[in-house]
């Protein structure tokens, strides 16, 4: 986590190290995030080197608060069910 903050020296590049993911991956962009552009999350989704992989576009801004001009109280609830969900699809118990 430490690694992300420097951007001299960090090896957390997400776009060369997303090419290496090869377990499920989904990926939840929030579409008033002023940190990360839609080409972005797109170019990440292409780059992943999974088979089973998903984009979900959400309501909110970069730490999933609601976007001023929308505002969703449950932006944030919602990418919790969102997750939960997906989880669940792919690994149900046993």
Avoid at 35 to 59: H, Q, R, Y
Wanted: proline share 6%; net charge neutral; aromatic share 10%.
């Amino acid at each position: 986590w430490l690694s992300t903050w420097s951007g001299l020296s960090s090896r957390a590049v997400t776009g060369d190290n997303i090419k290496k993911v090869q377990i499920p991956t989904l990926l939840l962009y929030y579409t008033s995030d002023n940190c990360i552009f839609p080409s972005l999350a797109d170019e990440l989704l292409a780059a992943s080197g999974a088979s089973d992989k998903e984009l979900v576009l959400m309501e909110g801004d970069h730490f999933g608060y609601p976007n001023p001009d929308k505002p969703n109280e449950g932006a944030r609830r919602q990418a919790g069910m969102t997750v939960t969900s997906w989880m669940k699809d792919r690994y149900p118990r046993r």
